[in-house]
Every structure is written in structure tokens, then in C-alpha cells.
């Protein structure tokens, strides 16, 4: 099956002007984003990750049309997307956490019944969606509200529910869970992963949230100062950048730091200790009897990486 969305070897350049003197200014070119080039398959949920200005919002504002690539081929359902916008907006949905599609003073309802008009979706369709995102989401007794009366949280359901009402095959979602409460972000996850699984939509996933990314997605792409210097699998990242364990143990008694081979301690606190120890190199079983010879032990814990870390590892090796 051909890929829904190519894009092969995208550069996009802003003119930036900056003063020189009081009156005079010199024009820089500012590259956002540089020889990207990456698929996504039909069914994929993808990470994009990157910090503030890697170029994440400027890769989506291109696969949108609203963006032209200064050099590079950008296809989109076979459609190109700064040509063929209209064609494009048919088929895909776009969710920017800190903007709306909604009409502010309008009911939640009365907003989605424009978007119908808009996307020309048959009103049976529109019913029967908005009735399943409704109960997944549980917007029932908000959909009458003006929108600007909804709390955060029930403004982003509504935003996520107004990006796939017209069924569209490719979802591009930029922080959606920015900003939103514990409930709500589990609502929003537990939906986008309904959504993947049971219409097989295609989801480009941009978020500072590392939880929407270990829960959501199987592939990640990790794009720093407009280039890409990862795309694979999560399981790989974490295989490769994550086998820095932490063992803590809680000690019969306070001690001095534990010297223990293949391990460092890196905290005390009380009986408390933190070991950090390299799982490629060295068995936690081993670490575990290893530490249990030096000292009389109460409990213990092994602490994994989290992905955050993973990330900064990453950054680390790439400067």
C-alpha cells in the first residue's frame, strides 16, 4: 500500500529582518525545518516530538497547505497540500491545542452542525458520529453550551470531536492535551486510541506530554532544530537510550552510602538508598543479592526510565 503521507526532503525557510543601528535592519533566512523526510502508512499513530522551535508546528502547518515548502515534495493522500487545499481539508482533521475551530459564541452543538455544512458530510453520517463521540467523550451535557462557557477541558473534547466528525482519513494533532486536567487527559487518550484501533485513522501525534506519546504511539520521530534525528519505534528508543535503572532499597537501619559493584549510589535519605546501575551491563537480580550481602534489607523497588529521560539522553548525543 502507498504511504498517505510523503514527505520527501522538506525545507522550509523564513526572511526574519533584525535591527541593525536605530534605523537600518539586515534580513536573515531562519531555517524551521531541514531536509525532513519521513512516510506515514495508512492506520499509523506517530509521535513527533521536539522541544519549543525544533520545527514540529511548521511540518504540520506544511502537511495543512497552510505553509508552501521552500524546497522538498510534500503529498498528502496523493494531494498536494498547498495546492490542492480544498481537496486536502476533505480528508484530514487538525487539532492546535492553543487555537479553535469552534464558534466562540455559539452552542457546542450549533458548531458542529456548521462543520457539517462545511465538509458536506450526508446528516445520517454526522448523527451517528457525533452520537459515538458524545458518549466516548462525554459531551452530553455540555453540547448545548455556548463554547465560551466551557472549561478547558471540555473546549479540547469539542475540538477533537469537530477534526473527525467528516471522517477524515489523517488526523494531525498538535499539544491536544495541553493544559488539561488528569480526567480530562485520560478521556482524550482513551478516545484517540478507540479511534486508531476500531477506523484505522492516521494520527501524527506533536506533544510536550511524553505520557500522550508512551501511551499512544508505537513509532516516534524526534526532530531537533528542523532536522530529524530519530524515526522508529518507542520500543527501540528505550531499548537503546533507556537502560539506566534506579534500585531503591529501604535499609533496616540509615548507612553510609552502599558500595556495591556495577551500581552508584546517587541518593541517601535516611535508610533509603538510591542505586543507579546500568540493566545492559549488570542483572538487577544480581544488584538486588549483591546490595542484600552488604546490609540487612527492609524493601525494595526497581525504578524504570521514563521517556522524558530517554528524550534527554537523546539531545544529550546530538548537539
Known amino acids: 500500500m502507498s504511504p498517505v503521507v510523503e514527505v520527501t526532503g522538506v525545507t522550509k525557510a523564513f526572511t526574519v529582518a533584525r535591527r541593525r543601528g536605530r534605523l537600518r535592519r539586515r534580513f536573515e533566512q ?182 500522550d506519546i508512551e501511551r499512544l504511539c508505537r513509532r516516534v520521530m524526534i526532530i531537533d532544530r528542523g532536522r530529524v534525528i530519530h524515526d522508529g519505534p518507542l520500543a527501540d528508543i528505550v531499548a537503546r537510550y533507556g537502560q539506566q535503572r534506579t534500585l531503591v532499597v529501604d535499609l533496616a537501619e540509615p548507612r553510609p552510602p552502599l558500595e556495591v559493584e556495577g551500581a552508584t549510589t546517587v541518593a541517601v535519605d535516611g535508610p533509603r538508598q538510591w542505586l543507579a546501575f546500568d540493566g545492559s551491563a549488570v542483572s538487577a537480580s544480581a544488584l538486588v543479592a549483591a546490595v542484600a550481602a552488604a546490609a540487612p534489607l527492609v524493601d525494595l523497588s526497581i525504578e524504570e526510565p521514563g521517556i522524558e529521560d530517554v528524550v534527554r539522553r537523546i539531545y544529550t548525543e546530538h548537539p
Not at 521536539?50 to 511548521?58: D, E, F, L, M, V
Not at 494533532?173 to 495541553?178: A, H, K, N, Q, R
Not at 486510541?193 to 510536550?208: C, F, K
Open 30 to 211: 531562519v531555517v524551521a525545518v531541514d531536509d525532513v523526510s519521513f512516510t506515514l502508512a495508512e492506520g499509523e499513530m506517530v509521535g513527533y516530538i521536539g522541544p519549543n522551535g525544533a520545527g514540529k508546528s511548521t511540518t504540520i502547518k506544511m502537511l495543512t497547505g497552510i505553509l508552501v515548502p521552500s524546497a522538498g515534495r510534500v503529498r498528502v493522500a496523493g494531494l498536494d497540500p498547498s495546492r490542492q487545499r480544498v481537496e486536502v481539508a476533505r480528508r484530514i482533521g487538525v487539532v492546535f491545542g492553543q487555537r479553535t475551530q469552534l464558534w466562540w459564541d455559539l452552542p457546542l452543538r450549533d458548531s458542529f452542525e456548521l462543520l457539517r455544512h462545511f465538509y458536506r458530510v450526508p446528516a445520517p453520517r454526522h448523527a451517528a458520529n457525533l452520537d459515538t463521540f458524545s458518549q466516548l467523550l462525554d459531551m452530553g451535557p455540555f453540547l448545548d453550551t455556548p463554547v465560551r462557557q466551557l472549561s478547558l477541558g471540555q473546549r479540547m473534547r469539542g475540538e477533537i470531536t469537530a477534526a473527525l466528525l467528516h471522517d477524515p482519513a489523517i488526523v494531525y494533532l498538535d499539544e491536544p492535551t495541553i493544559g488539561l486536567d488528569v480526567v480530562s487527559k485520560s478521556q482524550v487518550r482513551e478516545f484517540l486510541a478507540s479511534m486508531n484501533r476500531q477506523r484505522g485513522t492516521t494520527v501524527l501525534l506533536t506533544t510536550h506530554d511524553l505520557a
